[in-house]
Every structure is written in C-alpha cells, then in structure tokens.
C-alpha cells in the first residue's frame, strides 16, 4: 500500500505553480452534488492547490485515510481514530423511484436492489424482510439510473438524483419507507491543519 501511496503521488504530481495537494476519497455515490461541490469550490477558492479524487467503497475509503492515500473523505460510515476527525455534513435519504420502461421493452425490468453499504442494507432487509430476491443487484446510483432507464423497474435512489431522471417515466412509489444515511466528511487533522483554506470550505458543503 506505501507503494501505490507513492505510485498516486508520483502520477498525480505537484506541477509549477501549484502550492499543495489534496488527495480525496469518495463513497462512489457521493460525487454528484458532494464531492464534485467541494472540489469546484476548491479550484474557484483556491487555483494553486491542485486535487486528486478517488472513487471507493467504505473499505476502501478506510484503508486509504490509514495509509495517507488520502487526506479527507466523503463517506456514510467513517471511522475516527488517531489524526482524523469526521463531521456530519447532511444526511442522503433514499426513495424507491418506478420507472416505465422505454418504448420496445413490453415488460418493466423489475426491482433493483442498490447497495449503499452497511447501514442501508440492514434498514433494507427489516423494511423489506419478506420481499423475494431482487431482479438485478448494483453498487452504483449512476448505474441503477442508467439500467432502470433502459428497462424500466423500481429501485431505491438519493433523492438528490432526482432532478436528473428522464421527465415523464418516473415517480415515487406510494407507502415505500424513506431510508436514511448520514453523511460525513472526513479529514487527516494533521494535514488539513496547515490548509487555511479547509475549515471554512469544508463547513461550507452541505449534503
């Protein structure tokens, strides 16, 4: 891991010009309206400091604030310890969305069961406890987006995806409980401290 630490150093750079570097983490679905807010306001606050993004499961988010690949994180489930601090930044909720299937397709595809990691799946499984097995599992947001709108079904969804679904095919499923996450941001308070920056942008971000 202090190999691929360097590698993603070496690749990203420091090129002239440039003061310092933030390297970060993101829970795969937490760029669109998080992640990608906090880094566009970065390069309008800040052009010198230049950024690297790495997309990644709670795992993952966790083994890359250990080894220093990473110098803060969006996630649901952080885990503080030594250097890091973490603070709640909102909350995702998530509804079950119906979507019609386009013309051609004669049936809808079914549900689609999306895995936001571990606190959504054990809120699933008791709010959904004698359901039969899903039609298809994903691991993305974008991606249950992109296959509900090829063949139509139901699945749960940010509801700040919302305003990007196709006009006229979706609605919200009537009586499906509203599942919840909170959202944090973590950081490295050894190296966010020499940042002035952060503090208020990182206060700034909302979820």
């Known amino acids: 891991m202090t190999q691929l630490w360097r590698q993603a150093r070496y690749e990203v750079g420091l090129p002239s010009g440039f003061t310092s570097i933030c390297t970060i983490g993101c829970y795969v679905d937490l760029w669109e309206g998080l992640c990608a807010t906090f880094l566009d306001r970065l390069r309008g606050l800040d052009p010198a400091v230049a950024?690297?993004?790495?997309?990644?499961?709670?795992?993952n988010i966790?083994?890359?604030l250990d080894t220093g690949l990473v110098d803060i994180a969006f996630c649901y489930a952080?885990?503080?310890?030594?250097a890091f601090a973490a603070?709640?930044?909102g909350e995702d909720s998530?509804?079950?969305?119906?979507f019609d299937p386009p013309p051609g397709v004669e049936r809808s595809g079914g549900y689609v069961y999306v895995d936001y990691?571990?606190?959504f799946r054990r809120d699933h499984a008791i709010a959904f406890s004698g359901a039969p097995p899903p039609t298809v599992t994903l691991a993305s947001a974008s991606w249950a987006i992109d296959h509900l709108t090829r063949w139509g079904g139901q699945?749960?969804?940010?509801?700040r995806r919302l305003a990007e679904l196709p006009?006229?095919?979706?609605?919200l499923v009537a009586d499906a409980p509203v599942l919840r996450q909170t959202v944090h941001l973590v950081e490295n308070t050894a190296t966010t401290r020499h940042w002035p920056w952060f503090a208020a942008l990182a206060a700034a971000i909302k979820a």
């Open 51 to 59: 950024a690297a993004v790495w997309p990644g499961d709670q795992r």
């Open 167 to 171: 006009a006229g095919r979706t609605r």
């Open 117 to 119: 990691g571990d606190r």
């Open 87 to 89: 603070r709640e930044i």
């Open 155 to 159: 699945g749960y969804l940010p509801r």
């Open 78 to 82: 952080p885990q503080t310890r030594g």
């Open 94 to 98: 998530f509804v079950q969305v119906a």
């Open 62 to 64: 966790d083994r890359w």
